[in-house]
T-cell receptor, first 116, second 113 residues
């Protein structure tokens, strides 16, 4: 149980394009979803937290107009990297949680984004 | 302020030897504690969690961890490791009544034959 699917797993695109990453909870309803960014050899950096039907809460230093997050249903959240540039290249990981803050987050397999 | 410290960035160990991966945290509020494992180019998989109750927690793949409140530690242990345990391990702290996780910097476990 508690499977989170993230798609695509790898994307390469030209600078200036927008990229959408999907995060789905397959067998549970995710009241809260989280988006992280992981730089090489570093830990996960929380970008934003989203609750279904609400606007996402962004961490300090994360541009909300650059990283658009939509959490339209209890099983789907999307992250759109708008007008992507090479410095946006990274490993993006989503997680989903059902219930309160004492519940673990379940992670997708991540998306490796490479901007040329 | 809250923080999670994993002192060892890399831990080399021979197969079938025991291993301990260290995690210390600081927090002014009650915490929940988790250990995750990450294999290359994959997301994180939950190994075990401590919410309350018994301080010794058993997880998947033969791992266990012990919560020590006085030392603010949550070290991960396995009595006999396998090659397949080679991965990066992250300690995470969730704050009671807060909607946020804090991750340690990770420890790479390298199991040698």
């Amino acid at each position: 149980g508690a499977v989170v699917s993230q798609h695509p797993s790898w994307v390469i695109c030209k600078s200036g394009t927008s990229v959408k990453i999907e995060c789905r909870s397959l067998d549970f309803q995710a009241t809260t979803m989280f988006w992280y960014r992981q730089f090489p050899k570093q830990s996960l950096m929380l970008m934003a937290t989203s609750n279904e039907g609400s606007k996402a809460t962004y961490e300090q230093g994360v541009e909300k107009d650059k990283f658009l997050i939509n959490h339209a249903s209890l099983t789907l959240s999307t992250l759109t990297v708008t007008s992507a540039h090479p410095e946006d290249s990274s490993f993006y990981i989503c997680s989903a949680r059902s219930g309160g803050d004492n519940q673990p987050q379940h992670f997708g397999d991540g998306t490796r984004l490479s901007i040329l | 302020a809250q923080s999670v410290t994993q002192l060892d960035s890399q831990v080399p160990v021979f197969e079938e030897a025991p291993v301990e991966l260290r995690c210390n945290y600081s927090s002014s509020v009650s915490v929940y504690l988790f250990w995750y494992v990450q294999y290359p180019n994959q997301g994180l998989q939950l190994l075990l969690k401590y919410l309350s109750g018994s301080t010794l927690v058993k997880g998947i793949n033969g791992f266990e961890a012990e919560f020590n409140k006085s030392q603010t530690s949550f070290h991960l242990r396995k009595p006999s490791v396998h090659i397949s345990d080679t991965a990066e391990y992250f300690c995470a702290v969730g704050l009671y009544n807060f909607n946020k996780f804090y991750f340690g910097s990770g420890t790479k476990l390298n199991v040698k034959p």
